[in-house]
């Protein structure tokens, strides 16, 4: 919950419309979800830029990574395959079946979840700050300064009104 506010609020400030706002952050959350590898294995994602950029920046990598080894590791199963009556690890599951790294504990993903919470915090505030000292620069050198213009003035002596004609014949 604190990386989807976190989220959102640096597409908050980016983007100046709630609706938009809204539409992008959940566009930017499907991404997120497709490339997190609950629905598509690692390897089942297509190189160059789901796999690579994209389910390495998806946080619901490092969440559903750590559930499954808080779940599988530590548990044996046991397992007719091949036609062997042995046990398979949970680790194993893990490994092979849900093509997740095992070389780290479960707490090296909470800490990575974290990390990206105070992130995008401090990306948040970066945004904010930097929104606030440029704007009023960008204002200033994307206005236009107004052209000055000319107003001339006809002077009418009294005598020749149309009004002082009437009162004058």
């Known amino acids: 919950m604190l990386l989807v506010e976190g989220l959102m609020m640096i597409v908050a400030s980016i983007v100046p419309n709630y609706l938009m706002g809204i539409i992008t952050g959940a566009g930017i959350q499907g991404v997120m979800v497709l ?5 598509r294995l ?3 994602l ?3 830029v789901w796999r690579y950029p994209m389910y390495y920046i998806a946080f619901h990598k490092y969440a559903n990574q750590g559930y499954y ?3 599988f590791i530590g548990l ?27 070389g780290y504990s479960k707490w090296v993903d909470l ?3 974290m990390g990206m919470v105070i992130l995008y915090r401090m990306l948040f505030l970066v945004i904010v700050k930097a929104t606030e000292k440029l704007k009023p620069v960008l204002r200033a050198v994307l206005s236009v300064p107004r052209k000055q213009g000319i107003q001339v003035m006809e002077m009418r002596t009294p005598s020749a009104s149309p009004l002082q004609a009437r009162i004058n014949p």
Do not use: C, H
């Open 111 to 113: 800490g990575i979840l």
């Open 35 to 39: 490339s997190g590898g609950f629905f």
């Open 69 to 71: 080894k808080n779940e």
């Open 46 to 48: 297509p190189e160059p």
């Open 76 to 102: 044996t199963f046991p397992s007719d395959q091949g036609g062997n009556a042995g046990y398979v690890t949970g680790e194993e599951v893990v490994r092979d079946f849900w093509q997740m790294e095992v």
């Open 42 to 44: 690692r390897n089942d």
